[in-house]
């Protein structure tokens, strides 16, 4: 049996300090505040303004590593792996095709400043487009007229000398056979002796 008298019994239990999780618990609450009003202010700022989407002004070059061969090792910079690589992301992109999706897509043009809405046209913008378009039907429409009738004209040039050399070849043989006039007598014992004419000496 344990003696009672004089000695202090320890007690094995973890003690709590009140004061300091009542301080811990207050800083929490201050802090939540804090956020809160940030989100509120955050939500009463007006929202960042990005440009609208446009069309690209560069050739995307797809094909200038074609069939080339490289050598890849642990050290190379990711923008000198194979594949792709997105400078505005700073990834790496395995083929073509994932690649146009990726620049097309929400997340690089979001990097470039742009949101995913188009610039919507007014009616006097799209009647420039119209007549701009139609400008340019015409001047190809009289190129390929221009073109047409150059071509056209020297079909006729051909067919002419064509025909012309045709006309010669015939007139030469209608005088090769006009000048070979049958001997009589063949043309007697033929039968053909009262048909042509004959020479009168």
């Given at each position: 049996?344990?003696?009672?008298?004089?000695?202090?019994?320890?007690?094995?239990?973890?003690?709590?300090?009140?004061?300091?999780?009542?301080?811990?618990?207050?800083e929490?609450?201050?802090?939540?505040?804090?956020?809160i009003?940030?989100?509120v202010q955050k939500?009463?700022?007006?929202?960042?303004?990005?440009?609208?989407?446009?069309?690209?002004?560069?050739?995307?070059?797809?094909?200038?590593?074609l069939?080339?061969?490289?050598?890849?090792?642990?050290?190379?910079?990711?923008?000198?792996?194979?594949g792709?690589y997105?400078?505005v992301?700073?990834?790496?992109?395995?083929d073509?095709?994932?690649?146009?999706?990726?620049?097309?897509?929400?997340?690089h043009?979001?990097?470039?400043?742009?949101?995913?809405r188009?610039?919507?046209?007014?009616?006097?913008?799209?009647?420039?487009?119209?007549?701009?378009?139609?400008?340019?039907?015409?001047?190809?429409k009289?190129?390929?007229?221009?073109?047409?009738?150059v071509?056209?004209?020297k079909?006729?040039?051909?067919?002419?000398?064509?025909?012309?050399?045709?006309?010669?070849?015939r007139?030469?043989?209608?005088?090769?056979?006009?000048?070979?006039?049958?001997?009589?007598?063949?043309?007697a014992?033929m039968g053909?002796?009262?048909f042509g004419?004959?020479?009168?000496?």
């Open positions: 049996m344990a003696s009672t008298s004089g000695a202090k019994v320890e007690d094995h239990r973890r003690k709590w300090d009140r004061s300091e999780y009542e301080r811990l618990a207050i929490r609450k201050l802090d939540e505040r804090q956020r009003e940030e989100e939500k009463k700022d007006p929202p960042v303004q990005r440009e609208m989407l446009k069309p690209r002004e560069y050739k995307v070059d797809l094909q200038s590593r069939n080339k061969s490289q050598v890849i090792t642990k050290t190379t910079p990711s923008c000198h792996q194979g792709y997105c400078n992301c700073d990834c790496v992109v395995k073509s095709i994932n690649f146009l999706d990726h620049i097309n897509g929400k997340k043009q979001k990097n470039l400043g742009m949101s995913m188009v610039e919507r046209s007014s009616l006097d913008q799209v009647k420039q487009r119209f007549e701009s378009n139609k400008k340019k039907a015409d001047e190809k009289k190129e390929y007229d221009f073109e047409e009738r071509r056209e004209l079909e006729e040039e051909e067919k002419h000398k064509a025909y012309k050399k045709n006309k010669r070849k007139r030469a043989q209608d005088a090769d056979l006009d000048g070979d006039e049958m001997d009589p007598e063949m043309a014992m053909f002796a009262g004419g004959s020479k009168k000496s």
